[in-house]
């Protein structure tokens, strides 16, 4: 084995050890391909998760088909829009980390816990969502399509 096959090799045991940053950045091109929790999203979950005005915080700046839900967000697309335009894997890279398609967004990350800036210390390193809280919103918003 040459020099850099073993570097290669040592390096890839480093990043497959440490779950973070490799995990949360398995993308092809502006998708999350596979699933976070290799489990299936539940609807009514992630439709809980998007209306929590404590948890997940869509509604804040997103609208949706929410009829009991009073002042709804206009910031950002209605949801049913974005759901009826990206595919599963897409919708599931942007709550991720939308950042990595705007810099500029106001989004959070809701799974990236790196390079982030401004995070009280007592929630360093810990994502926003879990990986299952996010398949659960995933299903939810595929659920939304016509």
Known sequence: MTVWGAVWVLALSVCLATPGPLFAETFVADQRVESLSGRPGDVARGRALVVSRQVGLCILCHSGPFPEE?????LAPDLTASSARLSPAQLRARIVDASRFNPDSIMPSYFRTDGLTRVAPQFAGKSILT???IED?????VSLKP
């Open 70 to 74: 009073r002042f709804q967000g206009n």
């Open 131 to 133: 990986a299952q809280d």
């Open 137 to 141: 919103v995933v299903a939810f918003l």
